[in-house]
């Protein structure tokens, strides 16, 4: 049996107000375990932690930034991949000082190296602190000109693959009776069906049972819902991924989260993985009754 691949390690660092922070949240919906903050001589430790408990194949996203001061020094000898056991690229972000300097005071953040000085001052500091390191990267990214939308993308580009790319979609069933879930995107009402709670034969059943299933599709309105419903939820996942969000939450509802809303969420979720999303079912309330 083949050895797994190791995941890749991205260190990632540069000049505060670049857009490390959002830079590694990317990273981490792509699906790479990223560690904030972290002094480059633990580089190695969380390498272990994350070979031991999740295996090698997990990719993994460091930031390293100038509030790890002298822990710097080390870190060319805690990164390159004899010594990780992982391919390793060192991302550096950067920005003009003008741009950082309105960056962070629309943030209303001071600089870590500004003491009691001007915030300029502390970015000249960090620039001097970080020449080497900026020297050393494989990917050198100037942040100046993006938005935040923009800087999501070219992370994607850079580290994102076929599948971490990809958008993925929970379909939730639920009854109305027991509330709305808190972080549907969409919701959908399917009380316009005929309830199978009322088929005697078909009551203890539920909305995976085939029976139940055929019942609710075969209804008038079902198959017209379906139809109409599935470009919509295509037009927005496309939407999702333009915008960078790569998760999104369907909900579909009935009285009780038993029959109506199961079948309906199974079905869509079946056509949805038919046109290549990566789709999840969940059924919230069901045996609750």
């Not at 460091?62 to 020094?73: E, H, I, L, T």
């Amino acid at each position: 049996m083949p050895e797994p691949t190791p995941g890749e390690l991205v260190i990632v660092t540069g000049m505060t107000g670049a857009g490390r922070s959002t830079a590694a949240k990317e990273l981490e919906d792509l699906g790479y375990f990223v560690v904030d903050n972290l002094p480059p001589t633990l580089v190695r430790d969380v390498v272990r932690l994350v070979d031991d408990s999740k295996g090698i194949h997990q990719p993994i996203a460091v930031v390293v930034d100038v509030r790890s001061g002298s822990f710097f020094d080390s870190l060319q000898a805690n990164r390159h991949q004899q010594v990780t056991g992982r391919p390793t690229t060192l991302l550096f972000l950067e920005a003009t000082d003008d741009v950082l300097v309105r960056r962070q005071e629309a943030a209303r953040r001071p600089h870590p190296l500004q003491g009691s000085g001007r915030l300029l001052h502390g970015l000249q500091r960090e620039r001097g602190a970080m020449a080497e390191i900026r020297g050393d990267a494989d990917v050198l990214l100037d942040t100046s000109n993006y938005n935040v939308h923009q800087l999501q993308d070219k992370i994607t580009e850079l580290f994102g693959t076929a599948t971490t790319t990809r958008l993925k979609v929970t379909v939730i069933s639920f009854g109305f009776k027991y509330g709305i879930p808190v972080d549907a995107d969409w919701v959908a009402d399917m009380r316009f069906l005929p309830n199978p709670h009322w088929v005697p034969e078909l009551r203890p059943q539920n909305g995976r049972d085939p029976d139940v299933a055929a019942y609710v599709l075969s209804q008038p309105g079902a198959g017209t819902f379906l139809e109409q419903y599935l470009p919509v939820l295509r037009t927005i996942a496309e939407g999702y991924l333009h915008e960078g969000k790569r998760f999104m939450q369907v909900a579909v509802g009935c009285t009780g989260g038993k029959h109506r809303s199961v079948a309906m969420t199974e079905a869509i979720a079946g056509l949805m993985r038919e046109a290549g999303y990566d789709v999840s079912t969940s059924h919230r309330d069901l045996g609750r009754e």
